[in-house]
């Protein structure tokens, strides 16, 4: 037992968010803003919004920030060293700043392939990961998992889907889980046919019906592409076997997901659309803290409703679930061709339904492999963007 004078270890958990200048980075700096006693920030970073970087740090003090474009460097550095913070640039220095002995979680907020090599930095170092980019588990789900095992490292899920089914899994780490199905709004474009979706512009689908995002998840909802990302990153999360996944379209996105036990019961997790939730969830887990988020009430929703997700209208879905039954690099083609399709279609060089048809030629054309080691990845990673930039 300690002596009433010893020094009692701290509970405040010192946080890195990598990608705070994002929807998920800021919206995680107003939790943390509003639980002074529960966290302390001591890691930021941006790729070139170095505007908001400054404007952050000056807020909540980090030890360290780093901005990945080096161009950006000087502008950072002026105006946070005489505030004692350190400033770094480049993506070598984020692989870097996850290990600093001071951390003891990193959320990894980073949008697309470009968050893997420090998610990954993260647990080599033993950090605890609060997850929100979920192409880290696209990419290299098994890689990743396999290491945070090895790491005794926790992965905590931020994806509003999967933190239901964490949630939902609380108290049952025996129990085996039958099936999950993660929930889908369905998208702006649920319901539309063949015709509206093939003349769907940018700002159309830059519009979510219930959630706010950042770009690109925001097209991704769009296409269904992301529900399918979902898909794989359930697998690795809770080492599911393809078949024991399944996505059912709720478009009042009220219910987050559901885990189906093998005794048939079913539990779900649902609350108001606010991704401060999840967010909050997994930075305080075990704990759950006290918030002022608008509360459900029943009577605003007198009915849920679920229906069959259109794989047809949305072949971006069929796609993912293809590329997860058949493995390997699978996800990784998946993911690098989407990453560039969706970005072609933000710079209005191909259509919406141009998305899924480029993925659909670059899974077909890429190297397959089996086994994939890290360094595989990578090089399947760029084999795949450049195949998808030939079809842009
Ligand atoms: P945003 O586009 O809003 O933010 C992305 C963040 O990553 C920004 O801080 C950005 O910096 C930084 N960033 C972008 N590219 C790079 C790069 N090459 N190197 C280093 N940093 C980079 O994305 P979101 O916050 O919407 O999404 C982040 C992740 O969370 C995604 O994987 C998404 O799928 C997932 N997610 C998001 C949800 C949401 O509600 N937004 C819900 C569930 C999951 P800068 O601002 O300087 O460009």
């Not at 950072?76 to 220095?93: N, R, S």
């Not at 078949?243 to 009220?254: F, G, K, L, M, R």
């Not at 987050?256 to 048939?264: L, M, Y």
């Not at 397959?368 to 084999?383: G, L």
Request: glycine fraction near 6%; charged fraction near 20%.
């Amino acid at each position: 037992m300690p002596e009433p004078s010893d020094p009692q270890p701290s509970s405040i958990k010192h946080i890195a968010i990598l990608g705070s200048t994002g929807s998920i980075g800021t919206q995680a700096l107003e939790v943390i803003a509003a639980h002074p006693g529960e966290f302390a920030v001591e890691v930021l970073t941006a790729n070139g919004n170095a505007d908001l970087l400054i404007q952050q740090s000056l807020k909540f003090h980090p030890n360290a920030v780093v901005i990945t474009e080096k161009s950006k460097y000087q502008q950072v550095k002026d105006a946070l060293l005489p505030h004692d913070i350190k400033v770094y640039a480049g993506e070598e220095a984020l692989a870097q700043v996850v290990a600093m002995d001071t951390l003891d979680t990193v959320l990894a907020a980073i949008v697309g392939y470009a968050g893997l090599a420090s998610t990954l930095a993260a647990i080599e170092a033993g950090k605890q990961v609060a997850l929100a980019n979920k192409e880290t588990l696209v990419v290299a789900g098994e890689l990743v998992t396999s290491l945070a095992r090895q790491k005794a490292v926790n992965i905590y899920p931020v994806d509003s889907e999967h933190s239901a089914i964490f949630q939902c899994l609380a108290g049952e780490w025996d129990n085996k889980i039958e099936k999950i199905y993660l929930t889908a709004s369905g998208g702006p474009f649920r319901g539309k046919d063949k015709n509206f979706i093939n003349n769907v512009t940018k700002e159309q689908a830059l519009k979510h019906p219930n959630w706010e995002m950042g770009a690109k998840i925001t097209i991704d909802s769009a296409t269904l592409m992301n529900k399918g990302l979902e898909v794989i990153e359930a697998r690795w999360l809770f080492n599911l076997k393809p078949e024991q996944i399944d996505v059912i379209v709720h478009p009042q996105s009220i219910i987050h997901s559901i885990v189906q036990f093998v005794d048939g019961s079913m539990k779900a997790q649902m609350g108001l659309p606010d991704m401060k939730l999840p967010i909050q969830y997994a930075l305080g887990f075990p704990k759950r803290l006290p918030s002022s988020f608008p509360r459900f009430d029943f009577l605003k929703y007198p009915s849920l409703t679920f229906e069959k997700a259109d794989m047809e209208n949305f072949p971006c879905l069929p796609l993912a679930f293809e590329a997860m039954k058949r493995g390997g690099n699978a996800p990784c083609i998946l993911n690098a061709a989407n990453e560039i399709a969706v970005s072609a279609f933000l710079s209005d060089k191909i259509s919406f339904i141009g998305i899924p048809g480029l993925i659909e030629k670059v899974l077909a054309k890429a190297s397959f492999m089996a086994k994939p080691t890290y360094t595989d990845y990578v090089n399947s990673d760029k084999e795949s963007r450049e195949i998808a930039k030939e079809y842009v």
